[in-house]
């Protein structure tokens, strides 16, 4: 937050507000259950790895644009996986997507000073609105609509001629939702907007083929894409960005006097990443059985589920009831969702997030990562059926 005196002061990180949740779900015979955060647990291509060894970059600097063939993979990739044909001039590399996120409103207002506001979901990804907090820009909400896509229409005039951008997520973290994104490109364009789309959990959408906002033009967009979710590879911090080519090259320039290079030998192993999708498949298949699990251990409780339109999350509105013993005395102050948490927590060793973490609209709703193996979420059903039929948990043992 801003402070006259002191300076920018950064807020506690969101999720380690979750950390005295952690330590109950810890104490529990067999560890805690980490659905809190979506960091990849399964493993990597062995050919990324071996990748990482085998490039011969690590003396010289890397390419600030990306080299010929990591581009060359994520054009191959875009074709592939959407039909849409890029020059090499319509996309760069970024060292992973979180900092180009954040990023993003710093070099927007450097090419357009007399724009200061980012536009972002209500509900989303915390990063949306602190990149416009870090470059001294307003952040300004987008509510969604009854089927949950951006309500546009929304967005008062005087937001629209300061807008430095939009973003869009889809499918949407936390909620799993697919937004419009030919609409979002078209009034984007209409008003003289950016539009940014945030698409990193494209590979994983479940109502339909993956899209991306490319397919309606290049003009004034840019889609964000990375390898840490679709190749289980967060750590090597590597994705791209693509689309208008002159805010690419704009972009790129920027960054390359900055010194935003991905290191050469993560170069190497994100286009191995990029050039294979069989890999890919296999996580499809363990996320959508996993989405299904926890649907039905979350049932078992008497708690609806509806199961996403894309990504691996499970967006729950935290029920007022649940047949799980208390955890402690009543407190009508706190709100829904984090007692639901430590419910789940306590009785089952999940951690899970709270929705409020993703926008003051997202009270009343956990978001569940569906991320760990099915033997660690067979461990939580455990747990929660001794708990809800009154057994302690103390005598749960530990999995091999």
Known sequence: MPDRERGFVPPTYPYDRLKPLAAAGQALPGGLVDLSIGT????????????????????????????????????????????????????????GTKELVAGMPHWL??????????????ISYPTYAMG?????????????????????????????????????NSPANPTGRLEDLGAAASFGRAHGVPVL??????EFTWDGAPRTILEHGLDGVLAVHSISKRSNCAGLRVGFYAGDP????????????AGFMVPGPVQLAGAVALEDDEHVELQRQRYAARLARCAEILGELGVAVEQPGGGFYLWVRAPLEV???????????????????RQLAVHGGALVSPGELYGGDGAGYVRIAVVQPLDRIEL?????????????????????
């Not at 789309?197 to 494209?202: H, I, K, L, Q």
């Not at 047949?323 to 948490?341: I, N, S």
């Not at 059903?381 to 530990?398: C, D, F, M, W, Y």
């Open 323 to 341: 047949p799980l013993p208390d955890v402690g005395p009543p407190d009508e102050t706190e709100p829904t969702e984090w007692r639901f948490a």
């Open 197 to 202: 789309s945030d698409e990193c959990y494209a």
């Open 40 to 95: 990849p647990y399964d493993p990597p291509p062995s050919a990324v790895v071996a990748a990482l060894g085998a490039s011969g970059a690590e003396r010289g600097y890397p390419s600030g644009i990306g080299s010929a063939r990591l581009i060359d993979a994520a054009r191959g990739w875009v074709e592939r996986r959407f039909g849409v044909a890029l020059e090499r001039g319509g996309l760069a590399a970024c060292i």
């Open 246 to 257: 002159d805010l690419v090259a704009y972009l790129g320039e920027l960054r390359r006097h």
């Open 380 to 400: 939580v059903a455990e747990r929660l059926a001794r708990a809800s039929s009154g057994i302690s948990t103390a005598g749960v043992s530990s999995p091999r």
């Open 109 to 122: 207002r450097l090419r357009d000073p007399g724009r200061d506001t980012v536009l972002y979901p209500a």
């Open 132 to 168: 416009a907090a870090l470059a001294g820009c307003r952040a300004v909400a987008v509510p969604a609509r009854p089927d949950g896509t951006l309500d546009l229409e929304a967005i008062g005039t005087d937001d629209l001629e300061r807008a430095l951008c939009l973003w869009v």
